[in-house]
């Protein structure tokens, strides 16, 4: 047996994915799941000009907020929020049961995410940078 390195999934490594993920599924759920990621963007927009953005995606029932940012000189008036308020409405449309995401455990935005009714799961510790990160949740 060799060990290659692939740049992308070739026909025959999305087959063996498929099918031996759909036996450990049937054993841990009872069932095949879909773990496709679907991506959503949002853009909030004032005056024609982009003045925040969300990155989420919802995998396996679960939606994961990858990116949130407003603005520099637009904090504080109330951009995030709507932001996070559209893609909690999406992601319950679409089945997700909760939403989560990791933030920077000195950065303000945890105090923001608590605000919006998240709640502190774990935490990463030396993750990116080196740097203590939280995940913070919330169920629908
Ligand atoms: C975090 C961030 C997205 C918040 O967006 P925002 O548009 O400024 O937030 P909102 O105005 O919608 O705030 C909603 C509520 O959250 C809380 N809040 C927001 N920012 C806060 C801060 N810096 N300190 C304390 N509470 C805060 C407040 O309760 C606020 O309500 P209020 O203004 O009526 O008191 C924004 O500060 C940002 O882009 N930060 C830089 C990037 C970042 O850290 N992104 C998050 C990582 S995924």
């Known amino acids: 047996m060799n060990i290659t390195q692939v740049t992308q999934k070739t026909p025959e490594f999305e087959t063996f994915e498929k099918q031996q993920w759909s036996v450990q599924d049937t ?9 496709d990621k679907a991506p959503y963007l949002l853009q909030a927009e004032d005056k024609g000009k982009i003045v925040g953005i969300l990155d989420m995606n919802i995998k396996g029932g679960v939606a994961k907020i990858e990116g949130l940012l407003v603005d520099q000189n637009r904090h504080r008036q109330g951009i995030g929020k709507q932001l996070v308020v559209e893609a909690e409405h999406i992601a319950k449309e679409a089945g997700a049961h909760k939403m989560y995401l990791i933030t920077g455990k000195t950065w303000q935005a945890s105090r923001f995410y608590q605000a919006m009714g998240y709640e502190p799961e774990g935490m990463l510790k030396r993750h990116h940078q080196g740097e ?8 629908f």
């Open 27 to 35: 054993e841990h759920f009872g069932h095949d799941i879909n773990w």
């Open 132 to 139: 203590d990160w939280i995940q913070f949740s919330k169920f």
